[in-house]
C-alpha cells in the first residue's frame, strides 16, 4: 500500500471508528477495522490446520504401513510445518488483528513469515519432487544425505533472500506506519515477492512433467498435476489480489478471502501428498497393500530398480532408509539360481511365487509358508531376511551375519 508519504512525525493514535472512515476517505474504499469475523476466520483456518495435523500423527503412527512409508513423510512434515507458519504471516500481513504491541513488527510477520515461507513451501515441494526425479529419472542416489544438503540449500538461499530486504530501507519494502496502524508494502516489493514465487513453481512444474513415466508403484504424476493446478490457482489469485487491489487489507471481504485461499490451497496440497494412502489404509487396508505390492513386484527389480543378474556388472540397488528417502547404492547383486538355492528358497516347499500371483499376500496370510518380499526397498519388507552371498557379490553390511534361523535363513 503506497502510504509512506504519511510515514512523518509520529501522530496520537486515532480511534478504530475514525481510522475506518480516514483510510475510506483516503483510499475511496469501504475500509473495515479487524473484528469478530477477523478472528472466526483465524479460528476455522486454525481447526482445518489441526484436521491436517491429526493426518500427518496418523500417518507417523502407521509409519509401517509401506504405501504410507513410501510418501516420504519427513519431507512432508515440513511442507505442513512451512503453510502453518506461513498463516501466522497472514494474520498481520492481511491485518486480521490490530496492529499494535508485538503485531507492530511488520518487517518480522510480512518478510520472515508471510515471505520466508511461502518460498520454504515450494522449496521443500521442489526438494520433494528433485527426490523422485533423481533416483527414478537420473539413476543417482538421495540419501539421508542429500536430503540434509537440500534441507540447507533451501535454508541458505531463503535466509540470504530476507536477510537482503531486511537490510534495504523500510520505506522501499515493509514498514509500519503508527499514524493509521497499518503494515506499508511497497508495489516493488510485492512485485518481487510475486515473481520469485512463479519462479519457484515454474521450476517445480518442469520437475512435475519429468515425473510422468517413473514406475507406477512411485509414480506421483496425477496428484503432482492436481498440487500444481491448486498453487498456479493460488499464484494467480495473489498477483490479482495485490497487483489489482491494492489495499485489499483495509476491506473485510477481501482479507478474508485471501487468507482463506492461502490456507485452503497450502493445507490441500498435504492432503494431495498423502491422503489416499491414509484413506485407503482405514477403509481398505490389507487389499490395499496387497494391490500396492503387487504394483511393485510387477514393476520387476530389473525395471524399477536397475537389478541386473550379472555379477560382472555394476547396478544400482535402491532401498528406502528410515526417514523414506529413496537411495541407490552402487553394487552388483547376483539373483540368478544359485541365491535361491543357498537361501533356503530352492526348495520346493519354500517356493513363493509357485502360483502366478507376483505376492501371494493371502496366502501368507493364512498358511505357515515363509513371505519372499526381497522384491522390495529394505525400508518396505515385513522382515529383513539376508541370504547367503553369492561368490563374487559384495553385501551392505560388513559386519557379517548373525546365526541362522531354525529355518535356515539368515536374520539380520
Not at 472512515?21 to 483516503?26: A, E, G, N, R, Y
Amino acid at each position: 500500500m503506497p502510504v509512506t508519504e504519511l510515514r512523518g512525525a509520529v501522530q496520537p493514535r486515532i480511534g478504530a471508528l475514525q481510522r475506518e472512515k480516514l483510510i475510506s476517505s483516503m483510499f475511496g474504499i469501504e475500509a473495515t477495522n479487524a473484528d469478530e469475523d477477523d478472528t472466526t476466520t483465524l479460528i476455522v483456518c486454525a481447526c482445518l490446520f489441526g484436521l491436517t495435523a491429526i493426518l500427518l500423527v496418523y500417518c507417523w503412527c502407521n509409519y509401517n504401513y509401506r504405501p504410507i512409508r513410501a510418501k516420504n513423510l519427513v519431507w512432508t512434515s515440513l511442507i505442513y510445518l512451512s503453510t502453518v507458519l506461513w498463516f501466522i504471516g497472514d494474520i498481520t500481513t492481511n491485518q486480521h488483528v490490530r496492529l499494535v504491541g508485538v503485531w507492530s513488527h511488520c518487517k518480522v510477520w510480512v518478510l520472515w513469515f508471510r515471505v520466508l515461507f511461502t518460498y520454504v513451501f515450494a522449496s521443500m515441494t521442489i526438494v520433494r519432487f528433485y527426490a523422485l526425479d533423481r533416483v527414478f529419472n537420473q539413476k543417482k542416489p538421495f540419501t539421508t544425505r542429500s536430503s540434509m544438503i537440500s534441507f540447507a540449500v533451501v535454508v541458505v538461499f531463503n535466509i540470504s533472500y530476507c536477510l537482503v530486504n531486511q537490510l534495504i530501507s523500510d520505506s522501499l519494502t515493509v514498514g509500519y506506519v503508527p499514524s493509521l496502524e497499518v503494515c506499508n508494502i511497497t508495489m516493488a516489493f510485492r512485485i518481487a515477492a510475486i515473481t520469485a514465487q512463479w519462479v519457484l513453481w515454474t521450476g517445480c512444474g518442469v520437475l512435475i512433467f519429468r515425473l510422468r513415466n517413473i514406475q507406477s508403484s512411485f509414480n506421483e504424476f496425477y496428484e503432482s498435476i492436481a498440487i500444481f493446478i491448486v498453487i498456479i490457482g493460488l499464484l494467480l489469485e495473489t498477483t490479482v489480489t495485490n497487483l489489482h487491489y491494492e489495499y485489499f487489507v483495509f476491506e473485510k471481504k477481501r482479507r478474508i478471502e485471501k487468507t482463506v485461499v492461502d490456507v485452503v490451497a497450502g493445507t490441500l496440497v498435504v492432503w494431495l501428498f498423502i491422503g489416499h494412502p491414509v484413506f485407503m489404509s482405514i477403509f481398505y487396508r490389507k487389499e490395499y497393500e496387497q494391490r500396492w505390492l503387487e504394483r511393485l513386484a510387477k514393476d520387476g527389480p530389473s525395471n524399477t530398480y536397475n537389478i541386473s543378474s550379472n555379477p560382472n556388472g555394476t547396478t544400482a540397488y535402491a532401498k528406502m532408509n528410515d526417514f523414506g528417502d529413496s537411495a541407490f547404492n552402487n553394487s552388483h547383486m547376483d539373483f540368478d539360481k544359485n541365491d535361491m538355492m543357498h537361501s533356503g528358497y530352492g526348495e520346493a516347499s519354500h517356493r513363493p511365487f509357485d502360483n502366478h500371483d507376483p505376492l501371494d499376500i493371502e496366502g501368507t496370510l493364512n498358511t505357515q509358508a515363509p513371505y519372499n518380499d526381497n522384491l522390495l526397498p529394505i525400508a518396505l519388507r515385513n522382515n529383513m531376511n539376508i541370504h547367503t552371498p553369492v561368490l563374487n557379490t559384495p553385501t551392505m553390511f560388513s559386519s557379517g551375519y548373525m546365526d541362522p534361523a531354525p529355518d535356515g535363513r539368515h536374520v539380520l
